[in-house]
């Protein structure tokens, strides 16, 4: 194993309700606390110029690839959907037994939608230039929005927008990853953290008002398929995290949307345990969630002493099975 980086050996998926709902107001997002170049970026130059060239790759691996599919299948309930894809690609990662009556993506780069075989209906519209989508109210049963909410600089007009092109009861999913351009990603999202960024996106939805509460589906720590270019580097595979709500409005019997996977730890033998108790003092990566732990000054305490050392190994994962 390679030292510095954390084992890839188990995973974990977590599904949880929004929070502070009930007492987030919508200057949260767009109000005077916000910095003035919160949604600025390192390149400003016109996007209908950088996606111009056309990007017929993966931009995550074939593992996280295929939770992104299994998310968009256990959302998308309903049968024979429209969908919109937002900000779409060559590829809208629809499992094979979605089949959408109709199926509407919006991007920037025509080859690349052309090659996009699940789509029936092209749009080429640059959602930084205007925010406004040309489709009627109540159009969509779902829309998608794939490794690309990082670089909009107008999000709230957007989420506004997909609420008032989605019908009553449908769904927005919008999925990402800790893979992006850092030229063309938004100062605030650059600076987040991979936890800020999922309270971020909960902030667009309520921000946009007109949405259910959010929920939360996060995968991380996944082995990393082994003919991928870093498996040798003990490299996880990318993290997916979803975050998704319904419009407000839909049928109120309806059952809850729900992402349900194994969530189960991978089943290590005694050897390959014994291997990664002795790993972690060199990975310094958490047993119970893989994530990196984070050096912890130990507190002088005048009235007993509880530990001998000067510090310690923390995780500080909020989302931590620990």
């Not at 299994?70 to 809208?92: C, F, Q, R, Y």
């Not at 159009?139 to 999000?155: E, G, Q």
């Not at 030229?183 to 008002?209: M, N, P, T």
């Not at 996060?218 to 398929?225: I, L, N, V």
């Amino acid at each position: 194993m390679s030292r510095g980086f954390c084992h890839p050996a188990f995973f974990m998926e977590e599904r949880m309700p929004d929070q502070n709902a009930a007492t987030a107001s919508k200057t949260d997002l767009m109000g005077a606390n916000w910095p003035p170049d919160a949604f600025s970026r390192m390149d400003e130059s016109d996007d209908t110029l950088f996606y111009a060239r056309d990007r017929f790759v993966d931009h995550l691996d074939t593992q996280a690839l295929a939770t992104v599919e299994k998310i968009i299948g256990h959302l998308i309930t309903e049968e024979n959907p429209v969908v919109l894809d937002l900000m779409a690609g060559w590829d809208s990662h629809l499992p094979d037994a979605l089949r959408p009556g109709r199926m509407v993506g919006l991007g920037l780069n025509e080859n690349e939608l052309n090659k996009n075989r699940t789509l029936t209906e092209r749009v080429l519209h640059d959602l930084n230039e205007n925010p406004y989508l040309p489709f009627p109210e109540d159009a969509f049963d779902a829309v998608l929005n794939t490794v690309s909410v990082d670089y909009l600089t107008k999000p709230l007009a957007v989420f506004q927008e997909v609420r008032r092109v989605l019908k009553p009861g449908g769904v927005f999913v919008v999925v990402f990853s800790n893979r992006l351009f850092p030229q063309k990603a938004v100062k605030l999202w650059r600076d987040s953290s991979e936890e800020e960024r999922i309270l971020l996106v909960q902030d667009f939805f309520r921000a946009a008002g007109g949405f259910e509460p959010t929920a939360v589906f996060a995968s991380r720590g996944k082995p990393r398929p082994a003919d991928d270019k870093y498996s040798h580097l003990g490299i996880p595979s990318d993290p997916i995290y979803a975050v998704y709500a319904d419009k407000e409005g839909g049928d109120p019997t309806r059952k809850r949307r729900t992402i349900t996977m194994n969530t189960e730890r991978k089943k290590m033998s005694p050897e390959e345990l014994k291997e990664f108790e002795k790993s972690i003092k060199h990975t310094l990566c958490c047993p119970y969630c893989g994530e990196k732990m984070l050096k912890w000054a130990v507190p002088d305490n005048p009235f007993s002493q509880t530990w001998d050392n000067e510090f310690m190994y923390i995780c500080f994962n909020d989302a931590c099975s620990y």
